[in-house]
């Protein structure tokens, strides 16, 4: 909540002092645009858990998780496209009653049947960089190759 100026100038310390003494930090922030200019691997959670995880430009590049994927398309985008802004649907879940399964099924357009029943583990992406990692039962490349497709035949 802080002045877009001030936040600017907060950021830019916070960079020289990492550079000078040569440190790594944690940065915790749903302000995924700070993330994009500060960091240089991101860790994306929800409820508690690690939905997707790797290097912060490969993570935004080629995004795997419905979650990330969600909070990406809620950010206004500066590049001239006048790209809609989607909401993720839905509310979170009561984690004082952990339901069954991924946390995320939902409000997750792209959930199958096994992500209603287990949670799913952290793993590499197929076909992704090796520290770029994923928990989710559904395949989001292909997901969104489908959608593509079908909007095309419209």
């Not at 994927?69 to 009653?97: A, F, W």
Request: proline content about 7%; charged content about 25%; hydrophobic content about 40%.
């Amino acid at each position: 909540a802080l002045d877009v100026t001030i936040q600017a100038q907060i950021l830019e310390l916070v960079k020289q002092l990492k550079d000078e003494f040569n440190m790594a930090m944690i940065w915790i922030t749903h302000d995924l645009g700070v993330v994009a200019g500060l960091s240089d691997n991101i860790q994306v959670m929800y409820a508690g858990k690690i939905v997707e995880r790797g290097p912060t430009k490969e993570v935004f590049q080629d995004t795997r998780s419905a979650y990330t994927l969600g909070l990406l398309r809620s950010l206004p985008r500066l590049d001239g496209s006048n790209t809609k802004l989607i909401q993720i649907e839905g509310s979170p879940p009561d984690m004082r009653i952990p339901p069954k399964g991924d946390p995320f099924a939902p409000r997750n357009p792209y959930a199958t049947d096994r992500c209603w029943v287990d949670a799913p583990e952290l793993k590499a992406v197929e076909g992704g960089q090796p520290d770029h990692m994923v928990a989710a039962w559904y395949d989001l490349r292909a997901a969104l190759k489908a959608e593509q497709e079908a909007a095309a035949h419209v």
